[in-house]
Protein backbone atom coordinates (compact mmCIF):
# COMPACT_ATOMS: atom_id res chain seq x y z
CA UNK A 1 0.00 0.00 0.00
CA UNK A 2 3.03 2.28 0.40
CA UNK A 3 3.27 2.86 -3.27
CA UNK A 4 -0.37 3.86 -3.64
CA UNK A 5 0.34 7.23 -1.36
CA UNK A 6 3.88 7.85 -3.58
CA UNK A 7 1.69 8.51 -6.14
CA UNK A 8 1.69 11.51 -7.47
CA UNK A 9 -1.06 13.49 -8.44
CA UNK A 10 -1.21 14.86 -11.68
CA UNK A 11 -4.78 16.03 -13.48
CA UNK A 12 -4.55 15.94 -16.77
CA UNK A 13 -7.19 18.73 -17.78
CA UNK A 14 -7.76 18.01 -21.40
CA UNK A 15 -8.95 14.64 -20.40
CA UNK A 16 -11.14 15.83 -18.02
CA UNK A 17 -12.52 18.74 -19.67
CA UNK A 18 -10.90 21.98 -17.40
CA UNK A 19 -15.02 23.46 -17.01
CA UNK A 20 -15.98 20.32 -15.30
CA UNK A 21 -13.49 20.74 -12.18
CA UNK A 22 -14.57 22.86 -9.41
CA UNK A 23 -12.73 26.05 -8.82
CA UNK A 24 -13.52 26.51 -5.21
CA UNK A 25 -11.71 25.42 -2.40
CA UNK A 26 -11.63 21.48 -1.90
CA UNK A 27 -13.68 20.03 0.62
CA UNK A 28 -10.55 18.89 2.99
CA UNK A 29 -7.27 19.08 3.16
CA UNK A 30 -6.65 15.31 4.09
CA UNK A 31 -9.49 13.83 1.99
CA UNK A 32 -9.45 15.91 -1.84
CA UNK A 33 -11.29 14.76 -4.43
CA UNK A 34 -9.41 15.67 -6.77
CA UNK A 35 -6.42 13.72 -5.31
CA UNK A 36 -8.58 10.34 -5.58
CA UNK A 37 -8.12 11.03 -9.62
CA UNK A 38 -4.63 9.25 -10.42
CA UNK A 39 -5.33 10.35 -13.96
CA UNK A 40 -2.58 9.99 -16.79
CA UNK A 41 1.02 11.84 -15.99
CA UNK A 42 1.99 13.87 -18.81
CA UNK A 43 5.15 11.77 -19.35
CA UNK A 44 2.82 8.22 -19.86
CA UNK A 45 3.11 6.79 -23.01
CA UNK A 46 -0.02 4.08 -22.50
CA UNK A 47 -3.19 5.33 -24.13
CA UNK A 48 -6.54 5.28 -22.01
CA UNK A 49 -9.31 3.60 -23.14
CA UNK A 50 -11.61 7.23 -23.81
CA UNK A 51 -14.07 7.54 -20.63
CA UNK A 52 -12.54 4.23 -19.20
CA UNK A 53 -11.41 4.20 -15.47
CA UNK A 54 -10.70 1.69 -13.01
CA UNK A 55 -12.85 2.57 -9.00
CA UNK A 56 -11.16 1.08 -6.05
CA UNK A 57 -13.24 1.07 -2.99
CA UNK A 58 -12.62 2.13 0.65
CA UNK A 59 -11.70 -0.64 2.92
CA UNK A 60 -15.22 0.17 4.96
CA UNK A 61 -16.89 -1.15 2.46
CA UNK A 62 -18.33 -4.29 3.16
CA UNK A 63 -20.70 -5.34 -0.23
CA UNK A 64 -18.23 -4.43 -2.86
CA UNK A 65 -21.12 -5.37 -5.97
CA UNK A 66 -23.78 -4.10 -4.04
CA UNK A 67 -21.68 -0.85 -3.90
CA UNK A 68 -20.55 -0.77 -7.47
CA UNK A 69 -24.63 -1.19 -8.73
CA UNK A 70 -25.28 1.74 -6.42
CA UNK A 71 -22.78 3.99 -7.46
CA UNK A 72 -23.31 3.03 -11.28
CA UNK A 73 -26.91 4.12 -10.70
CA UNK A 74 -26.09 7.25 -8.48
CA UNK A 75 -23.48 8.81 -11.25
CA UNK A 76 -24.71 7.14 -14.43
CA UNK A 77 -21.82 4.91 -14.70
CA UNK A 78 -21.60 2.12 -17.64
CA UNK A 79 -20.58 -0.71 -15.00
CA UNK A 80 -17.88 -3.24 -16.56
CA UNK A 81 -16.04 -5.96 -14.55
CA UNK A 82 -16.06 -6.24 -10.45
CA UNK A 83 -13.46 -7.28 -8.69
CA UNK A 84 -13.46 -8.48 -5.26
CA UNK A 85 -10.02 -10.78 -4.71
CA UNK A 86 -7.11 -9.21 -6.11
CA UNK A 87 -9.04 -5.70 -5.72
CA UNK A 88 -11.82 -3.97 -4.14
CA UNK A 89 -13.53 -2.10 -7.15
CA UNK A 90 -14.54 -1.73 -10.63
CA UNK A 91 -14.17 -0.72 -14.03
CA UNK A 92 -16.74 1.69 -15.65
CA UNK A 93 -17.44 3.90 -18.43
CA UNK A 94 -17.43 7.56 -17.08
CA UNK A 95 -18.75 10.87 -18.13
CA UNK A 96 -16.09 13.26 -18.12
CA UNK A 97 -18.38 15.37 -16.18
CA UNK A 98 -19.53 12.69 -13.48
CA UNK A 99 -15.82 12.28 -12.87
CA UNK A 100 -15.26 14.96 -10.10
CA UNK A 101 -18.89 13.88 -8.01
CA UNK A 102 -18.10 9.93 -7.88
CA UNK A 103 -14.35 10.90 -6.80
CA UNK A 104 -16.53 13.01 -4.12
CA UNK A 105 -18.12 9.59 -3.12
CA UNK A 106 -17.53 8.62 0.48
CA UNK A 107 -17.27 4.84 -0.95
CA UNK A 108 -14.61 6.14 -3.42
CA UNK A 109 -10.91 5.37 -2.69
CA UNK A 110 -9.31 6.54 -5.95
CA UNK A 111 -10.04 6.58 -9.95
CA UNK A 112 -7.55 5.79 -12.24
CA UNK A 113 -7.83 5.83 -15.89
CA UNK A 114 -7.93 1.90 -17.61
CA UNK A 115 -4.54 2.35 -19.63
CA UNK A 116 -4.25 -0.12 -22.47
CA UNK A 117 -1.51 -2.62 -23.10
CA UNK A 118 -0.07 -3.84 -25.65
CA UNK A 119 1.54 -7.62 -26.26
CA UNK A 120 5.61 -7.44 -26.08
CA UNK A 121 6.76 -9.26 -29.23
CA UNK A 122 7.87 -8.57 -32.83
CA UNK A 123 7.89 -10.10 -36.00
CA UNK A 124 11.46 -10.39 -37.43
CA UNK A 125 10.83 -11.94 -40.82
CA UNK A 126 14.49 -13.14 -41.55
CA UNK A 127 14.12 -14.73 -38.05
CA UNK A 128 13.24 -18.50 -39.97
CA UNK A 129 16.97 -18.59 -40.39
CA UNK A 130 18.21 -18.60 -36.90
CA UNK A 131 15.43 -21.73 -35.87
CA UNK A 132 18.47 -23.83 -34.69
CA UNK A 133 19.35 -21.55 -32.45
CA UNK A 134 16.55 -20.69 -31.01
CA UNK A 135 16.42 -23.90 -30.40
CA UNK A 136 19.52 -24.39 -28.97
CA UNK A 137 18.89 -21.66 -26.30
CA UNK A 138 16.09 -23.05 -25.51
CA UNK A 139 15.59 -26.02 -22.24
CA UNK A 140 13.48 -28.54 -24.08
CA UNK A 141 11.64 -31.36 -21.97
CA UNK A 142 13.33 -34.50 -20.74
CA UNK A 143 10.97 -36.65 -22.63
CA UNK A 144 9.68 -38.39 -19.70
CA UNK A 145 6.00 -37.49 -19.48
CA UNK A 146 4.27 -33.86 -18.90
CA UNK A 147 4.79 -30.97 -16.08
CA UNK A 148 0.96 -31.21 -14.23
CA UNK A 149 0.88 -27.70 -13.14
CA UNK A 150 -1.69 -24.95 -14.06
CA UNK A 151 -0.31 -22.56 -15.97
CA UNK A 152 -2.66 -19.15 -16.64
CA UNK A 153 -1.46 -17.53 -20.24
CA UNK A 154 -2.86 -13.70 -19.78
CA UNK A 155 -2.19 -12.72 -23.58
CA UNK A 156 -4.26 -13.04 -26.86
CA UNK A 157 -6.08 -16.50 -26.16
CA UNK A 158 -4.44 -19.62 -27.09
CA UNK A 159 -5.25 -21.58 -30.42
CA UNK A 160 -5.99 -25.39 -29.76
CA UNK A 161 -2.83 -26.44 -31.70
CA UNK A 162 -2.16 -30.14 -31.40
CA UNK A 163 1.15 -28.99 -29.48
CA UNK A 164 -0.82 -27.92 -26.82
CA UNK A 165 -2.33 -29.45 -23.56
CA UNK A 166 -5.03 -26.47 -23.47
CA UNK A 167 -7.27 -27.21 -20.26
CA UNK A 168 -9.15 -23.73 -20.32
CA UNK A 169 -9.97 -21.21 -22.41
CA UNK A 170 -11.91 -17.88 -20.54
CA UNK A 171 -12.38 -14.48 -22.62
CA UNK A 172 -11.94 -11.13 -20.78
CA UNK A 173 -12.03 -9.17 -24.05
CA UNK A 174 -15.36 -9.68 -25.29
CA UNK A 175 -14.06 -10.99 -28.25
CA UNK A 176 -14.27 -14.51 -28.14
CA UNK A 177 -12.13 -17.01 -26.47
CA UNK A 178 -9.99 -17.73 -29.42
CA UNK A 179 -6.71 -16.52 -29.84
CA UNK A 180 -6.86 -14.47 -33.72
CA UNK A 181 -3.57 -12.79 -33.22
CA UNK A 182 -0.96 -15.96 -32.58
CA UNK A 183 0.94 -14.15 -29.42
CA UNK A 184 -0.75 -15.78 -26.91
CA UNK A 185 -0.56 -19.13 -28.61
CA UNK A 186 3.42 -18.74 -29.30
CA UNK A 187 3.74 -17.86 -25.36
CA UNK A 188 1.66 -20.99 -24.65
CA UNK A 189 3.92 -22.90 -26.58
CA UNK A 190 7.04 -21.41 -25.23
CA UNK A 191 5.74 -22.33 -21.75
CA UNK A 192 4.62 -26.22 -22.74
CA UNK A 193 4.45 -27.45 -26.17
CA UNK A 194 4.50 -30.88 -26.04
CA UNK A 195 7.75 -32.97 -26.01
CA UNK A 196 6.27 -35.14 -28.86
CA UNK A 197 8.71 -35.33 -31.33
CA UNK A 198 6.16 -32.78 -33.65
CA UNK A 199 6.74 -29.19 -33.96
CA UNK A 200 8.42 -27.66 -30.85
CA UNK A 201 8.95 -28.66 -27.17
CA UNK A 202 7.97 -26.18 -24.21
CA UNK A 203 10.31 -26.13 -21.02
CA UNK A 204 7.75 -27.58 -19.25
CA UNK A 205 6.18 -30.09 -22.02
CA UNK A 206 2.49 -30.09 -21.40
CA UNK A 207 1.70 -28.28 -18.00
CA UNK A 208 -1.99 -27.25 -18.22
CA UNK A 209 -2.56 -24.24 -20.16
CA UNK A 210 -5.27 -22.08 -18.82
CA UNK A 211 -5.51 -19.32 -21.50
CA UNK A 212 -7.40 -16.51 -20.09
CA UNK A 213 -7.52 -13.90 -22.87
CA UNK A 214 -7.18 -10.32 -21.75
CA UNK A 215 -5.64 -8.64 -24.97
CA UNK A 216 -7.86 -8.30 -28.39
CA UNK A 217 -6.99 -9.74 -31.54
CA UNK A 218 -4.98 -6.45 -32.13
CA UNK A 219 -2.68 -7.30 -29.87
CA UNK A 220 -3.92 -4.49 -26.85
CA UNK A 221 -6.18 -4.79 -24.08
CA UNK A 222 -7.65 -3.05 -21.30
CA UNK A 223 -6.12 -3.14 -17.81
CA UNK A 224 -9.49 -3.55 -16.37
CA UNK A 225 -9.74 -6.51 -18.77
CA UNK A 226 -6.35 -7.77 -17.00
CA UNK A 227 -7.42 -6.85 -13.30
CA UNK A 228 -10.56 -8.80 -13.89
CA UNK A 229 -8.36 -12.11 -14.86
CA UNK A 230 -6.13 -11.83 -12.00
CA UNK A 231 -8.91 -11.47 -9.71
CA UNK A 232 -9.99 -14.82 -11.04
CA UNK A 233 -6.99 -16.27 -10.60
CA UNK A 234 -6.49 -14.87 -7.29
CA UNK A 235 -10.47 -16.54 -6.52
CA UNK A 236 -8.69 -20.09 -7.48
CA UNK A 237 -6.09 -19.93 -5.10
CA UNK A 238 -7.71 -18.45 -1.96
CA UNK A 239 -9.96 -21.43 -2.64
CA UNK A 240 -7.87 -23.96 -3.12
CA UNK A 241 -4.30 -22.47 -1.69
CA UNK A 242 -2.73 -26.23 -2.18
CA UNK A 243 -2.50 -25.88 -5.88
CA UNK A 244 0.75 -24.49 -7.83
CA UNK A 245 -0.40 -21.51 -9.70
CA UNK A 246 2.02 -19.67 -12.35
CA UNK A 247 0.52 -17.14 -14.43
CA UNK A 248 2.60 -15.65 -17.16
CA UNK A 249 2.35 -12.18 -18.72
CA UNK A 250 4.25 -10.85 -21.85
CA UNK A 251 2.03 -7.79 -22.04
CA UNK A 252 2.50 -4.09 -20.45
CA UNK A 253 1.98 -0.66 -20.87
CA UNK A 254 4.79 3.08 -20.05
CA UNK A 255 3.16 4.24 -16.93
CA UNK A 256 5.93 6.73 -16.54
CA UNK A 257 5.77 5.72 -12.70
CA UNK A 258 6.98 3.50 -10.32
CA UNK A 259 4.24 3.64 -7.98
CA UNK A 260 2.09 1.50 -8.26
CA UNK A 261 -1.59 1.14 -10.21
CA UNK A 262 -4.67 -0.97 -9.69
CA UNK A 263 -3.44 -3.85 -11.72
CA UNK A 264 -0.09 -3.83 -10.08
CA UNK A 265 -2.05 -4.04 -6.57
CA UNK A 266 -4.04 -6.34 -7.89
CA UNK A 267 -0.94 -8.91 -9.22
CA UNK A 268 0.70 -7.95 -5.82
CA UNK A 269 -2.25 -9.50 -3.71
CA UNK A 270 -2.45 -11.98 -6.26
CA UNK A 271 1.13 -13.00 -5.48
CA UNK A 272 0.60 -13.09 -1.93
CA UNK A 273 -2.04 -15.50 -2.32
CA UNK A 274 0.39 -17.61 -3.39
CA UNK A 275 0.52 -17.10 -7.50
CA UNK A 276 3.68 -16.95 -8.94
CA UNK A 277 3.87 -14.10 -11.72
CA UNK A 278 6.31 -14.14 -14.65
CA UNK A 279 5.98 -10.44 -16.77
CA UNK A 280 7.81 -9.14 -19.68
CA UNK A 281 9.83 -6.32 -18.88
CA UNK A 282 9.34 -4.79 -22.00
CA UNK A 283 10.79 -4.08 -25.42
CA UNK A 284 11.99 -0.49 -25.73
CA UNK A 285 15.07 -0.30 -24.48
CA UNK A 286 13.93 1.79 -21.24
CA UNK A 287 14.26 1.24 -17.71
CA UNK A 288 11.55 -1.30 -16.91
CA UNK A 289 10.39 0.42 -13.79
CA UNK A 290 8.32 3.01 -15.74
CA UNK A 291 6.46 0.11 -17.24
CA UNK A 292 3.45 -1.22 -15.90
CA UNK A 293 3.31 -4.10 -14.91
CA UNK A 294 7.08 -4.84 -15.07
CA UNK A 295 8.03 -2.58 -12.12
CA UNK A 296 6.05 -4.83 -9.73
CA UNK A 297 8.81 -6.16 -7.66
CA UNK A 298 7.40 -9.06 -5.76
CA UNK A 299 6.92 -10.58 -9.45
CA UNK A 300 9.44 -12.01 -11.81
CA UNK A 301 10.37 -9.46 -14.49
CA UNK A 302 12.29 -11.08 -17.60
CA UNK A 303 14.09 -9.22 -19.93
CA UNK A 304 15.57 -10.52 -23.54
CA UNK A 305 18.61 -12.34 -24.88
CA UNK A 306 19.50 -13.50 -28.62
CA UNK A 307 21.62 -16.91 -29.42
CA UNK A 308 24.93 -15.20 -28.85
CA UNK A 309 23.65 -14.68 -24.86
CA UNK A 310 23.76 -10.80 -26.11
CA UNK A 311 21.35 -8.71 -24.39
CA UNK A 312 18.74 -8.25 -26.65
CA UNK A 313 18.70 -4.00 -27.61
CA UNK A 314 15.26 -3.61 -27.21
CA UNK A 315 14.84 -5.67 -24.21
CA UNK A 316 13.70 -2.47 -21.11
CA UNK A 317 16.64 -2.95 -18.31
CA UNK A 318 17.26 -2.06 -14.86
CA UNK A 319 17.27 -3.50 -11.27
CA UNK A 320 13.74 -4.45 -11.47
CA UNK A 321 14.42 -7.05 -13.74
CA UNK A 322 15.13 -10.60 -12.17
CA UNK A 323 16.34 -12.63 -14.63
CA UNK A 324 16.84 -12.66 -18.36
CA UNK A 325 15.69 -15.54 -20.86
CA UNK A 326 15.86 -16.43 -24.68
CA UNK A 327 13.80 -13.67 -26.41
CA UNK A 328 15.41 -13.23 -30.14
CA UNK A 329 13.94 -15.75 -32.97
CA UNK A 330 11.65 -18.00 -30.37
CA UNK A 331 10.19 -20.49 -32.83
CA UNK A 332 6.78 -22.04 -31.33
CA UNK A 333 3.49 -22.81 -31.37
CA UNK A 334 1.23 -20.67 -34.28
CA UNK A 335 -2.49 -20.25 -35.25
CA UNK A 336 -3.70 -23.09 -37.71
CA UNK A 337 -0.93 -25.91 -36.38
CA UNK A 338 1.43 -23.93 -37.49
CA UNK A 339 5.43 -23.29 -35.91
CA UNK A 340 6.55 -19.26 -36.35
CA UNK A 341 9.32 -17.43 -34.94
CA UNK A 342 9.08 -14.11 -32.81
CA UNK A 343 11.43 -12.07 -30.84
CA UNK A 344 10.04 -9.96 -27.19
CA UNK A 345 10.36 -9.87 -23.82
CA UNK A 346 7.56 -11.70 -24.78
CA UNK A 347 9.52 -14.61 -25.97
CA UNK A 348 11.97 -14.55 -23.21
CA UNK A 349 8.89 -14.70 -20.33
CA UNK A 350 7.55 -17.76 -21.16
CA UNK A 351 11.16 -19.79 -20.73
CA UNK A 352 11.14 -18.22 -16.64
CA UNK A 353 6.92 -19.10 -16.84
CA UNK A 354 8.05 -22.80 -17.71
CA UNK A 355 10.58 -23.15 -15.58
CA UNK A 356 8.77 -22.23 -12.65
CA UNK A 357 6.04 -24.82 -13.61
CA UNK A 358 9.21 -27.11 -13.36
CA UNK A 359 10.38 -26.23 -10.08
CA UNK A 360 6.73 -25.94 -8.54
CA UNK A 361 6.12 -29.26 -10.11
CA UNK A 362 9.08 -30.85 -7.51
CA UNK A 363 8.16 -28.29 -4.66
CA UNK A 364 3.93 -27.09 -4.62
CA UNK A 365 4.43 -25.63 -1.45
CA UNK A 366 7.16 -23.25 -2.89
CA UNK A 367 6.09 -19.61 -2.30
CA UNK A 368 6.69 -17.38 -5.03
CA UNK A 369 9.23 -15.32 -3.24
CA UNK A 370 10.90 -19.07 -2.77
CA UNK A 371 10.25 -19.75 -6.39
CA UNK A 372 11.65 -16.86 -7.84
CA UNK A 373 14.70 -17.00 -5.21
CA UNK A 374 15.25 -20.56 -6.68
CA UNK A 375 15.29 -19.83 -10.53
CA UNK A 376 17.90 -16.65 -9.48
CA UNK A 377 20.08 -19.11 -7.58
CA UNK A 378 20.21 -21.75 -9.92
CA UNK A 379 20.05 -19.44 -13.08
CA UNK A 380 23.69 -18.83 -15.42
CA UNK A 381 25.42 -15.65 -15.44
CA UNK A 382 26.09 -15.37 -19.11
CA UNK A 383 24.28 -12.91 -20.71
CA UNK A 384 26.66 -10.07 -21.98
CA UNK A 385 26.36 -6.48 -22.92
CA UNK A 386 23.62 -5.78 -20.24
CA UNK A 387 23.26 -2.23 -19.31
CA UNK A 388 25.15 -1.18 -15.98
CA UNK A 389 22.80 -2.33 -12.56
CA UNK A 390 21.06 -4.89 -14.83
CA UNK A 391 21.23 -8.90 -13.83
CA UNK A 392 23.34 -10.86 -16.41
CA UNK A 393 21.56 -13.75 -14.77
CA UNK A 394 19.95 -16.32 -16.96
CA UNK A 395 17.17 -18.59 -16.29
CA UNK A 396 18.30 -21.65 -16.41
CA UNK A 397 16.11 -25.08 -16.30
CA UNK A 398 18.62 -28.02 -16.31
CA UNK A 399 18.77 -28.08 -13.00
CA UNK A 400 15.22 -29.48 -12.32
CA1 LIG B 1 6.08 -30.99 -29.60
CA1 LIG C 1 11.03 -9.08 -8.88
Given at each position: MAHLHRLSVLLLFVALGCSDLPTGP?????????????LASPQAGAPQAPDAYIVVLRPEVRDVPAAAQALAQAHGL???????????????TIPAGRLQALARDARVLRIEPDYIATTMAQVLPWGVDRIDADLSSTQAGDGRGSVGIDVYILDTGVSLHKDL???ERVDFTGQGVDDKNGHGTHVAGT?????NSAYVVGVAPGARIRSFKVLGNNGSGQFSWIIAAVDEITRRKLASP?????ANMSLGAKVGTTAYNSLDEAIVRS??????????????????????????VEAITVGAYDANNQFASFSNYGSILDLQAPGVSILSTWLRNRTHTLSGTSMATPHVTGSAALYLARTPSASP????????SAGRAWVVGVPSGTTNVSVYAGSY
Open positions: LRSATEEPQQRLHGLGFIYQHALRGFSANVAVAALDSTPMVIQAGVVYCIAAGNSGEDASLYSPAHVQEVRNALV
